[in-house]
Nanobody
Framework: QVQLVESGGGEVQAGGSLRLSCTAS????????MAWYRQAPGRQRELVAA???????NYADSVKGRFTISRDNANNMVFLQMNSLKPEDTAVYYC??????????WGQGTQVTVSS
């Protein structure tokens, strides 16, 4: 079954932290690079962070130094540690693969709300 399940979102004050988790089916996780995306109301979905199968990460400029992506290959999981959160980080966060096959069907995402 092709599936992505995100969790860990919530509401925090500016400067706070959250840790997001994503469980992917083996079909999706496989030998793919994985990534976190976010979509704020009225805006397009954007790439936040990505990680290769070997653990090399890259980040959007807006989150560099604040967010850390990691993966657990044994359990088909991807994580996003978010520190020093800002109101502009408010969005629904999604994980997905980075593949020449394109993204897998999107999961429901997890809502992150940062209040000032």
């Amino acid at each position: 079954q092709v599936q992505l399940v995100e969790s860990g979102g919530g509401e925090v004050q500016a400067g706070g932290s959250l840790r997001l988790s994503c469980t992917a089916s083996r079909t999706i996780f496989g030998n793919n690079n994985m990534a976190w995306y976010r979509q704020a109301p009225g805006r397009q979905r954007e790439l936040v962070a990505a990680i290769t199968t070997g653990g090399r990460a890259n980040y959007a400029d807006s989150v560099k130094g604040r967010f850390t992506i990691s993966r657990d290959n044994a359990n088909n999981m991807v994580f996003l540690q978010m520190n020093s959160l800002k109101p502009e980080d408010t969005a629904v966060y999604y994980c997905n693969r980075e593949s020449t096959w394109g993204p897998a069907p999107w999961g429901q995402g997890t809502q992150v709300t940062v209040s000032s």
